[in-house]
T-cell receptor
């Protein structure tokens, strides 16, 4: 298996632009997680899906952030409009459901908003 | 939900020494405890995990111990090497969900020559 795939790996954009991050989970995994990592705030869970259904989006910082999972093999995280404080590394991870909690992370997308 | 605390936040050891990182959790129903290693600029990677039916698990130079009564678990690295330098995260499941893990805040381990 190729593991969790994320694209793009790096994104540089100007403030106010729309940013879309993409994730393909490991085949057969039922859960998908979006995390954000910064030096100041560490690793934060933004939202997660079970069986393509959003379960908990309480970590999404603002209405500017939205996430979708239209099918079992694809998810997007969108920021519109982007702001400099959104600069971070965004990780996608996937896992099976209970009792198999092992999460596997993608390589991350490094987002820089200028 | 689950609450996971991790200590220390930074740890410096000399090459060849042992390193121990400790985590506590709040949910007595938690039954799975993974450890992740994140090297600089890389993704967190699962290095070892333990389930609640055992008290200790080893894999070469790393081991994890679990004390369910006290609700804490620890990562032990023996004969540390420079390539062990990284940030280590512990985690525990939020048993109110079917998949969510709550992560500790991380320990930055520096192995010096």
């Amino acid at each position: 298996d190729a593991g969790v795939i994320q694209s793009p790996r790096h994104e540089v954009t100007e403030m106010g632009q729309e940013v879309t991050l993409r994730c393909k989970p490991i085949s057969g995994h039922n859960s998908l997680f979006w995390y954000r990592q910064t030096m100041m705030r560490g690793l934060e869970l933004l939202i997660y899906f079970n069986n393509n259904v959003p379960i908990d989006d309480s970590g999404m910082p603002e209405d500017r952030f939205s996430a979708k999972m239209p099918n079992a093999s694809f998810s997007t995280l969108k920021i519109q409009p982007s702001e400099p404080r959104d600069s971070a590394v965004y990780f996608c991870a996937s896992s099976h459901l209970f009792p198999y909690y092992e999460q596997y992370f993608g390589p991350g997308t490094r987002l820089t908003v200028t | 939900g689950e609450n996971v605390e991790q200590h220390p936040s930074t740890l410096s050891v000399q090459e060849g020494d042992s390193a121990v990182i400790k985590c506590t959790y709040s949910d007595s129903a938690s039954n799975y405890f993974p450890w992740y290693k994140q090297e600089l600029g890389k993704r967190p990677q699962l290095i070892i995990d333990i389930r609640s039916n055992v008290g200790e698990k080893k894999d070469q130079r790393i081991a994890v111990t679990l004390n369910k009564t006290a609700k804490h678990f620890s990562l032990h690295i023996t004969e540390t090497q420079p390539e062990d330098s990284a940030v280590y995260f512990c985690a525990a499941p939020d048993t109110g969900t079917a998949s969510k893990l709550t992560f500790g805040t991380g320990t930055r381990l520096q192995v010096t020559l």
